[in-house]
């Protein structure tokens, strides 16, 4: 089942150079930094209740942010809901005919498993599904 939003994805060019809005002007707090190597991008966590706006950096220009920023600029990415036993959703979502742009779950910031569904799935919405591991710090 669908549990939360999990994070708000928000493309950016530089996280240092944005984190003194979010940190000091918004006034919320950084859970950690990481590299998600499979994404290639660096990550920023903010908490905010139970959610969390998630930062995201390209570290390189063949990564789906680059191309995003490159296109659109910076701005809202993607949405990240919080589930329970991904690959069921994920065969739940397939069976119902949503176009999925990860089959299987991967590798995401923190440790989670994710899936993304294709934008055009949701009505030019990026959305990810977003499973908790035992031990996940995020
Ligand atoms: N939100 C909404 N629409 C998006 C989008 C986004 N974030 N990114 C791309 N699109 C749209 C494009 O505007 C385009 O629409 P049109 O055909 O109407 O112009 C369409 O999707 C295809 O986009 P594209 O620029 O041609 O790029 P690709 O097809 O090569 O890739 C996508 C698009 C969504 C499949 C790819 O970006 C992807 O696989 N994303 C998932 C992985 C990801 O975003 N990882 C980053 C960080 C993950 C994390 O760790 O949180």
Redesign the pocket.
Known sequence: MIKKVDHI?V?VRCISEVLPFYEKTLGLQLQGIEH?EE???K?AFLKIGETKI?L?EPTSDD???A??IE??GEGI??L?LGVDDIKKRIEDLRNNGVKM??ETPRN??GGAS?A?L???AAN???V?LCEKREGTVQ
């Open positions: 994805g493309a998600v994404q290639k991008v990550v998630e995201l990564s789906a942010v191309k995003f296109k659109r990415h993607h990240a742009i990860d995401g910031a994710i993304f294709h934008p055009k030019g919405v990026l990810e």
